[in-house]
């Protein structure tokens, strides 16, 4: 019994985070992790590359 709990916590968890890059992907981010995600210009040009993480720390 113990093992389906797990095992179902598990499956949530793992459907809560696709179901947030699903909607994510939707809004149009780029760069899903990066905090500035909605106003980096190199997420807006497709450039996920974490350039943005280092301007925001300013």
Not at 20 to 49: D, F, L
């Amino acid at each position: 019994m113990a093992n389906f709990v797990v095992v179902v916590v598990i499956l949530l968890i793992v459907g809560a985070a696709i179901v947030y890059i699903v909607k994510e992907k939707k809004k149009g981010n780029q760069c899903i992790g990066c905090p500035a995600a909605a106003t980096c210009p190199s997420a807006h040009a497709g450039k996920c590359s974490g350039g943005c993480q280092s301007n925001t720390k300013e």
